[in-house]
């Protein structure tokens, strides 16, 4: 189900986090096609590109998009499963015993996952005892998930639904939500709803990609139509507290190159603030992470991205030079639009079994085995994957050696050639 171009998209007026109509656009971007509609033929599908332009929250501090494209598009040919990253799982495996260790939920309550995707951070709380529930809106994961073990409910989660499970299982002794909260356009809906969800002595834990490091690490291919808020603590916090949450603890770490996970519970709760809250938000105020200026340096540093790659295309022409795209990943229509690749890249590797001998979203780029690489050794290859760059150099030294060289995007643009390491 394609539909034509502006149908699919809604222009949001109020921030999605504190309903404020101080809303302005600190960073534009190229409109880019929507990530995972690949096509089996050239010609078919939506060749239509939606606005990413970041806004920010001038009450709260939220950076968000505020062109939304209708759920239906996003999800429906959703084909990411966290299960096939074996990092996740290991990642997922350390969440949940540190949810356990540091909070001791009662174990006879349900865990919830929202967006539960295969169930993979719900396997290792089946494992320790807990009875657990996942809700996904994406129908062909959840069908599968539920086969595979783990029940989940194939929707949105709405106030509605939460209240049905609660009446259903009772209260919730943890629910979790790991990279969700990018996701929702109705925030105010989903934090109402595990309100509903959380017991008096519940949590409920959330891992978002944090903002600070998209901007330091000039995160580009994060920016996409799926990710419609792009959060920090200040502004979380608040809208935990309105919601009647209030958030307890909080850690980074390296989870799409920087996320936070974030522990609230309900307030008046039994457990006490951590100071990592305290010494996060102390860190945002030092930073100006809520000033304007200080997104606005994202798009300084992404203009200069653009030079770059500009001069290396001009190079690649006059020297008629072959390039190619490495991963067929939701970032690669961002990077490509954002960086003007269009029209240089002939052709995208990639395996996954969805997208192979298809045609790109939008730009209508073939994808081809990633075999090729050694078949067709081109000139130069960039990484679209952003976040796998240094797995997929480390795995392809021969193409280096054969004479090719990788293209990175961030934090700056490389191009990395045989004998050069990259550090990231
Ligand atoms: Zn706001």
């Known amino acids: 189900m394609v539909g034509k171009g502006k149908s699919l998209l809604y222009r949001r007026e109020i921030c999605r986090l504190c309903d404020s109509r101080d809303v302005g656009r600190v960073v534009e971007l190229a409109p880019v096609p929507l990530a995972e509609k690949y096509t089996e033929l050239e010609s078919e599908g939506d060749s239509a590109v939606y606005p990413i332009d970041l806004y920010m929250c001038g009450a709260c501090g939220h950076v968000q998009l505020l062109d939304v494209v209708d759920s239906g598009a996003l999800w429906d040919d959703y084909t990411y499963r966290s299960g096939q990253a074996g990092l996740m799982v290991d990642h997922f495996q350390e969440a949940a015993d540190a949810v356990v260790r540091r909070h001791r939920p009662d174990p006879r309550r349900l865990v919830i996952d929202i967006g539960s995707n295969d169930g993979s951070l719900l396997r290792p709380f089946k494992q320790k005892g807990y009875p657990v529930l996942g809700v996904d809106p994406a129908k062909d994961i959840a069908r599968a998930a539920t086969e595979s073990g783990i029940e989940t409910i194939p929707s949105v989660l709405t106030p509605d639904l939460a209240r049905d499970i609660r009446k259903r299982h009772g209260p919730a002794a943890v629910v979790t939500a790991f990279n969700v909260f990018a996701h929702a356009d109705d925030m105010g809906g989903m934090a109402d709803s595990i309100q509903r969800l959380l017991g008096p002595d519940g949590v409920f834990v959330f891992e978002v990609q944090y903002l600070l490091d998209i901007l330091d690490r000039m995160l580009v291919g994060t920016i996409f139509h799926e990710h419609m808020s792009h959060h920090s603590l200040k502004p979380m916090a608040r809208f935990l507290d309105r919601h009647g949450l209030e958030l307890i603890d909080v850690e980074r770490n390296h989870i799409q190159h920087g996320s936070i996970v974030g522990t609230a ?15 996060l938000l102390a860190l945002e105020e030092r930073r100006k992470l809520d000033r304007p200026e200080t997104v606005k340096q994202f798009g300084v540093r992404l203009e200069r991205m653009r030079q770059v790659f ?11 030079a072959v390039a190619a795209g490495y991963g067929a990943a939701r970032s690669g229509p961002t990077l490509i639009a954002q960086f003007g690749l269009k029209n240089a890249i002939r052709y995208i590797l990639d395996d996954h079994p969805q997208k192979v001998n298809k045609f790109s979203p939008g730009d209508r780029i073939p994808v081809v085995p990633t075999e090729e690489l050694y078949r067709r050794t081109p000139d130069y290859t960039v990484i679209l994957a952003w976040v796998h760059a240094r797995k ?13 060289s990788f293209v990175v995007c961030c934090p700056d643009v490389r191009v990395v050639g045989a004998g050069e390491k990259l550090s990231v």
């Open 265 to 279: 519970q309900l307030k008046g709760g039994p457990r006490p603030v951590r100071p990592a809250v305290g010494e």
């Open 310 to 320: 500009a001069g290396l295309m001009t190079d690649w022409d006059r020297r008629g």
């Open 392 to 404: 997929i150099i480390g795995e392809n030294r021969r193409y280096l050696e054969d004479g090719g």
